[in-house]
């Protein structure tokens, strides 16, 4: 297997069904950092919010790919099987169809090695054969199989295009379950509904709940005992005939795999035979079994030939190094340290006599890029992943820090402090034909994180107390708000698959982590503590986040799963702070 690091994506060409799965790189870096104006690297455990230190019946005929007739598995033999489920697990879901890899994935290969050339997939299905409602929302479940690991799946939501069948005439509301449950073996649903159109009574007829998929396609989990008594609802609904208007189910769900997230759909229908439906994501209780086979795909539908898409790429992967990287003033200075994320192996890479920051992994997971220290002045060197070998790549009067390699190597995106202001730059790899970027000196624009699969970059743009996240293409141009600022967001980091953003949010008293979707949306608080933590980082095999966070009076580093849970400080050395961590993982070892 050819010696590399992870962290790659997927650029799917949507809607061309015959080839290829044009697969990116996911930059592995996590080179985020606090203010550098606002905070001295002398003091950089002190935070403050202003600037942190801060998922019908299973048939068993198989059928050929449509899309590949005759293919075999050309790609490493180790994934016999492919499957395709629609709503549900392999004895729940409806089987769409089987398909096998084969079909070209040159950024994958370019990644692991030739022996991953022909990793990706891709599948096609007639919805006339399904009838997908517009508007509605389905699950994609993708089964693989391996001799080692069995089946192992993954499932991406789908939304049909188009305006859903619903009546807005109909009101209903779920009280329980709550956002934030974890749910355990038994869930009571606690709501009320009520057909505006009616004046003498609720006018609903039945309410009836689903799992993972709408009506016909998810698991039907029953008919909610309706007409209880809800006179709160009568009172601000002005109308005391909707008094009996409540409803209550009690769901079994012991059957669940731990750790997994659901879709719960509840309909409400009016005598009429017209319904409306809201939905409710629950995590089942417990710990998601992790795997070592990453695969990533597309779900598309195209409305102009009525075929759902499913296109991606598979990959067994075994990381054989798995280290942090991150910075500690354990000897004085702020050095470079790696260490495994077991917490064994604590090595120092730089030991210059300036301060040496934000360090940025690349994607062979062979180098390292990281600002220095000089007489005052910050400059962009990179290292081999040992620390030897280090290489000045700017030399100018300025505070250059922050750099993130792009997905494929070719540049480095940093920012720099100019005539008071921050702004993003490029250059390539090797130091030379520095770009400046961004240009809004109202605003700092820094905190770079270069785009999973193409030539874009995540950045942080704002005032204090006003930061946001947003993205550009690789010259600066069309520039966009990932999502409207609904609280302060800042130091985007994204995860394996390209899917997740991760960043340090400003809510309300403190710096917590959040993740949210490519698209700025769904976002979830997955840390929620009294103290500042941020400058977060996913590892590359999607397990796990790095990140640093206030302990007394000073930063540490912290490693915890996607999910928030086993958090454990790795670096434990007393007397000393650390911080600004970012993964580096390999295949194998030099």
């Not at 709408?214 to 609904?237: E, H, I, T």
């Not at 340290?337 to 992994?361: F, R």
């Not at 293409?473 to 991760?502: C, M, T």
Request: glycine share 8%.
């Amino acid at each position: 297997m050819k010696k590399t690091i992870i962290v790659i994506s997927v650029i799917i060409a949507l809607g061309f069904i015959t080839l290829a799965v044009l697969v990116g790189v996911l930059l592995l870096t996590e080179n985020n950092t606090a203010n550098p104006a606002e905070i001295k690297p002398q003091e950089p455990e002190t935070a403050s919010p202003a600037e942190p230190e801060t998922e019908a019946a299973h048939q068993e005929t198989k059928t050929e790919d449509p899309n590949t007739p005759g293919q075999k598995i050309l790609y490493s033999g180790e994934v016999k099987e492919l499957e395709i489920y629609l709503d549900g697990y392999r004895d729940t879901g409806i089987f769409l169809g089987q398909t096998t890899l084969g079909q070209p994935s040159l950024g994958t290969a370019s990644i692991y090695g030739e022996e991953f050339s022909d990793s990706g997939f891709s599948f096609s299905y007639d919805n006339t054969q399904l009838n997908l409602e517009p508007g509605s929302i389905h699950y994609i479940y993708l089964y693989a199989y391996t001799e080692e690991l069995g089946w192992t799946y993954k499932k991406q939501k789908l939304q049909i295009p188009g305006t859903p069948l619903t009546d807005s005439a109909i009101r209903i509301h779920l009280d329980k379950p709550t956002e934030d449950l974890l749910a355990q073996n038994t869930i009571s649903f606690l709501g009320w509904a009520a057909d505006t159109n009616s004046v003498n009574s609720p006018g609903i007829s039945n309410i009836e709940v689903y799992m993972d998929g709408p009506k016909g396609f998810g698991k039907p989990l029953g008919q909610a005992n309706y007409g209880s008594l809800r006179g709160d609802v009568a009172d601000v609904m002005g109308n005391p005939n909707y008094a009996n208007c409540g409803f209550t189910l009690d769901v079994d769900l012991g059957s669940l795999e731990p750790g997994s997230t659901h879709t719960f759909y509840i309909y409400a229908y009016s005598a009429s035979g017209n319904y409306q439906v809201i939905y409710k994501d629950i995590t089942y209780q417990g710990k998601e079994e992790e795997t070592d086979l990453i695969f990533s795909y597309n779900s598309t539908y195209m409305e102009d030939t009525e075929q759902l898409i499913v296109e991606g790429w598979i990959a067994p992967v075994d990381f054989k190094v798995q280290k942090v990287i991150f910075v500690s003033n354990i000897n004085g200075n702020e050095d470079l340290y790696s260490i495994n994320i077991d917490g064994t192996d604590l090595q120092q890479l730089t030991d210059s006599p300036g301060n040496d920051w934000y360090p940025s992994v690349s994607i062979d997971g062979k180098k390292i890029a990281y600002s220095n220290e000089q007489d005052g002045y910050w400059q962009i060197i990179t290292m081999n992943w040992d620390g030897t070998d280090k290489k000045q790549l700017t030399n100018s009067p300025e505070k250059n820090g922050d750099p993130t390699w792009s997905y494929d190597g070719k540049y480095i995106y940093f920012e720099k402090f100019i005539n008071g202001d921050w702004e993003i730059y490029r250059m390539d790899a090797d130091g030379n034909n520095v770009i400046r970027l961004t240009n809004n000196p109202q605003n700092y624009d820094w905190h770079p994180f270069a785009h999973t699969s193409e030539h874009k970059v995540l950045f942080e743009s704002g005032q204090p107390g006003s930061y946001d996240i947003y993205i550009m293409d690789l010259d600066g141009q069309n520039i966009i708000p990932l999502n409207p600022l609904e609280f302060e967001k800042r130091v985007p980091s994204v995860s394996l698959d390209g899917k997740k953003i991760i960043f340090q949010g400003f809510k309300e008293r403190n710096y917590d982590i959040f993740i949210m979707d490519s698209q700025g949306l769904n976002t979830t608080n997955i840390t929620n503590t009294p103290v500042d933590e941020g400058h977060s980082s996913i590892s590359p095999d999607n397990k796990r986040i790095a990140f640093q966070a206030m302990t007394g009076e000073q930063n540490q580093i912290y490693i915890m799963d996607i999910d928030g849970s086993n958090k454990t400080r790795l670096f434990t050395q007393e007397g000393f702070y650390s911080r600004m961590p970012a993964f580096l993982y390999q295949l194998e070892e030099d």
